[in-house]
């Protein structure tokens, strides 16, 4: 059992920062999920911990110990790449078993960690096949199993999904959270896709271009994003944005797009004076507009014109793909809604969740 620290830790190659003075501190047990957009440096701050990588400055320590100068064998983790790596000679069995065999560790002790590790994955039944004769999720089973039986202080896990299909993609995915529980050991887990991250991990740290930029609870990244970048990443489909300016009428503050005009809520009025005459840009998430049809009680409401471009019919829910001037966004409504392509439609948009960020520095302002 085990923390992680990154303290400062800065990567090159050549005049390329991979990663970028990253502090993060990963508690014992957790399950943290690095996400970011393909060469965001997610791995490469992955293989850092991992030792296969050297970092250019600043310091990585496991249960606060530092481990910059240490070998890779000697850092007691273990890693489960996005390819199986497997050896397609030998049995499960040998497959899981070969680290250990190469520690030297007692045979009984190796039959026990792996037949241990096999009856945690449900692939008991499968130890005496060799690779070419499993499924891909069989494959992945059997990578995880070869990395539990190390009984490391922290898994280390590299897109470990991406080769499986989507079906199998969710099956995985529960069950590597399943294993994560009856373990209690520290994950880190690397990926793009922010759904694996939503739906695994304890906290998200989400990268950009080496950087941090934010560090929270799946929850807390969702409803309240630090920046332009978290809130377009983080949700499916993405979060909607609109360039706007602060303006005053009849007293209240709006946020003017030119196409349309919403009003502020009084309690947010305070946090946006400050920006008046300013740009600004507002973000809402297509589940926070509606058909007005169909919108839920008890939430204020600000009604806007688009037409309707393309619905995505999903049988539980309508995605509607609007146009209001050169503004195009989602919208997430009733499956009961008869809007259709080519109507003119009015929706109305939950202006308790309205987002709005500084346009300059891209930084929430709430």
Known sequence: MASVTYEHVTKKFGDTVAVDDLDIRVDDQEFLVLVGPSGCGKTTALRCLA????????????????????????RDIAMVFQSYALYPHLSVF?????????????????KARVEKAATTLGITELLKRKPRQLSGGQRQRVAVGRAI???PKVFLFDEPLSNLDAKLRVQMRAEISK??????????????????????ATRIAVINKGRLQQLDTPQNLYNQPANLFVAGFIGSPAMNFFSASVVRADGALFADT??????????????LEPYMGKNVVIGIRPEDIHDVQFVPPNIAAARISAKVDVTELMGNEILLYLLAGKNIFVARVDPRSQLRVGNQAEVALNMEKLHVFDAATEQAIY
Do not use: C
């Open 51 to 74: 030792g296969l990588e050297e970092i250019t400055s600043g310091r990585i320590m496991i249960a606060d110990r530092v481990v910059n100068d240490v070998a890779p064998k000697d």
């Open 94 to 110: 040998d497959n899981m078993a070969f680290g250990l065999k190469l520690r030297k560790v007692p045979k009984d002790q190796i």
């Open 149 to 151: 039986v190390r009984e």
């Open 179 to 200: 294993i994560h529980q009856q373990l209690q050991t520290t994950f880190i887990y690397v990926t793009h896709d922010q759904m694996e991250a939503m739906t695994m």
């Open 258 to 271: 030119g196409e349309f005009r919403v009003p502020i809520p009084l309690e947010r009025s305070k946090n």
